[in-house]
């Protein structure tokens, strides 16, 4: 995984955390999860930045959401700038 696998991180980050509550993990801990993912390796021409992030921060609410079953409405995060 490289930090542009936004959706598989989050799964990775769902599953392995699945106590957390995504939305009040800081980015620099947020970081250190990511880079402490099996499989996980940092590519050194593809700086992390913010907006990165937000989205596997965003993803991974979404994917928690779905795990305990609370996302059945329809409703969902969407972070102000997601990563593309």
């Known amino acids: 995984m490289l930090w542009t696998d936004i959706e598989d991180i989050a799964i990775a980050l769902a599953e392995t955390h699945p106590d957390r509550d995504p ?3 800081r980015f620099t801990e947020l970081r250190e999860l990511v880079e ?3 499989g996980f390796e940092a ?3 593809h ?3 913010e907006q990165i992030l937000e989205a596997i921060q ?3 609410y979404e994917e928690k959401q779905d795990l305990d079953g609370e996302n059945d409405d329809g409703r969902s995060y969407t972070p102000v700038n997601p990563f593309r």
Do not use: E, M, R, S
């Open 47 to 49: 700086q992390v930045n």
């Open 23 to 25: 939305l009040a993990v």
């Open 58 to 60: 965003a993803g991974w």
């Open 36 to 38: 402490a993912l099996p």
């Open 43 to 45: 590519d050194p021409d």
